[in-house]
């Protein structure tokens, strides 16, 4: 008899799984609606090139945090701005014990950036919750939408969130003009008691993040969803060949020591070696500079950097040995010599979370979308947000694999697809997670 009586148990607890599981996958967000948000944003600093100039802490970009505020408040949010400016919305859950699922990005753009970057996540957040609403579905957990505070002049609101900005930070000038403390005062924070904005891990159940993929990989794929693995971590590296300065008519080749023959094959050789390793490993040579810098005088000195990014932390700096030998080898090569600084580091790797990855990956495809795993090779607010809780990361095609443009562009059905499958994400980690 008890074993029927645990059949019977086991069997209604599948169906009501399966039901409950069923009905959350006939929510929708409304496509048409998200696309309006975006739009309406969008108008928030537009300049006549077509453009967006809203940087962090400028007019704009106050302007569209009041748009974001009203829109959260007609949600019946509990809505705040912390001392770090960061915009949050708290929706209560069944269970207060739990703690909070949050999800979010930013509104703020680089100078003349697209209308996509930031805002796609943050309006879809908004939808998220708006279609929770109007779908009467109560989650468990606390929900959090999170928009942060100046992403692009360096994550400042979710280093705030993680206790990793410093005082020193706050005296750096941003793209406004204002400095971070001015601009943070400006977007009523307070950066007196910006310690005061730091949680302790584990403050958040998990955080999930929706973004333009800002590469071409999934529009090349033809392939839907992007399931981020983690954001690379990124070293920099300053390589000064030295040579000797002469003049560029009456010195002989033969008897010359010209730092920029070394400095051109080490160029080609990042590219070579950084290519042979597998992986999505990338190597930059983004600035070169040679000295005195006449073109009739053979350089006495030449300076490059080289950037690594990679979700490894070892293959890099197994890369960067390779490199650094090269280096010698071409400087002896030429009767010259090299020296190395390493410069610090612009950001640790911040690998998502594996079991969020198949939840965002199981959401996709009973969505019936199709799903990619990357890395993320520029920097988001939940590579800090990572210091406090498991991540996950949902990209969407960006056309051309362009961002930080005006031609910056995703379609309002990669939008709406990649918002359903942060719904549907939000939903079984409701589910899954204690």
Same mark, same amino acid.
């Given at each position: 008899m008890r074993h029927v009586f645990s059949t019977i148990f086991c069997i209604c607890l599948l169906t009501l799984f399966s039901g409950a599981n069923a /009905?959350?996958?006939? %929510?929708?967000? /409304?496509?048409?609606?998200?696309?309006? #948000? %975006?739009? $309406? #944003? !969008?108008t928030y600093g537009k300049n006549a090139a077509g453009g967006s100039d809203r940087v962090a802490y400028s007019v704009h970009d106050i302007a569209a945090r009041k748009f974001v505020i009203k829109k959260m408040t007609e949600l019946g949010l509990d809505v705040s701005v912390d001392f770090a400016g960061n915009i949050i919305g708290k929706k209560f859950g069944t269970n207060p014990n739990l703690k909070p699922i949050a999800f979010g990005s930013h509104i703020d753009e680089v100078p003349n950036g697209g209308d996509y970057d930031g805002p796609v +996540? !943050?309006?879809s957040s908004i939808e998220v919750v708006q279609t929770l609403l109007e779908n009467k579905t109560v989650t468990q957990h606390p929900l959090e939408i999170i928009i942060f505070t100046n992403e692009e002049g360096g994550v400042v609101g979710s280093r705030a #969130?993680? +206790?990793q900005l410093s005082p020193e930070a706050l005296l750096t000038k941003s793209s406004s003009g204002l400095t971070q403390a001015e601009g943070i005062k400006a977007v009523d924070g307070n950066p007196d008691r910006i310690p005061e904005v730091k949680k &302790?891990?584990?403050? @958040?159940?998990a955080f999930l993040e929706f973004h333009i993929e800002q590469g071409g990989n999934l529009e090349r794929e033809g392939v839907q969803i992007g399931v981020v693995e983690g954001i690379v971590a990124i070293e920099w590296w300053q390589f000064t060949f030295k040579g000797f300065a002469n003049h560029a008519g009456t010195t002989p080749m033969n008897m010359r020591k010209d730092p920029m023959l070394p400095a051109a094959r080490f160029i080609l050789a990042v590219n070579e070696i950084v290519k042979s390793y597998e992986g999505a490993q990338v190597g930059t040579v983004g600035k070169i500079e040679a000295f005195p810098g006449a073109g009739n005088v053979i350089p006495g000195e030449v300076s490059l950097n080289l950037e690594l990014r990679d979700l490894s932390s070892e293959k890099i700096w197994n890369i960067y040995n390779v490199l650094a030998a090269k280096a010698q080898e071409f400087a002896e090569a030429s009767g010259t010599e090299v020296s190395i600084a390493h410069q610090e580091v612009a950001s640790k790797p911040a690998l998502a979370n594996p079991a969020i990855q198949k939840v965002i990956e199981q959401s996709a495809r009973e969505l019936g979308l199709s799903t990619m795993y990357l890395p993320s090779g520029a920097g988001h607010d939940a590579q800090e947000m990572a210091r406090l809780a498991p991540i996950g990361m949902i990209f969407i095609p960006s056309r051309g694999g362009i961002s930080h !443009?005006? $031609? &910056? @562009? !995703?379609?309002?059905?990669? %939008?709406?697809?990649?918002? /359903?499958?942060? #719904?549907?994400?939000?939903?079984?980690?409701?589910k899954e997670l204690p």
């Open positions: /009905n959350s996958q006939t %929510i929708r967000v /409304n496509q048409e609606r998200l696309a309006g #948000l %975006i739009q $309406e #944003l !969008s +996540g !943050s309006m #969130l993680a +206790g &302790e891990k584990g403050a @958040y159940a !443009s005006p $031609e &910056e @562009y !995703s379609s309002p059905e990669n %939008i709406a697809n990649g918002a /359903n499958v942060l #719904l549907q994400t939000i939903l079984r980690l409701d």
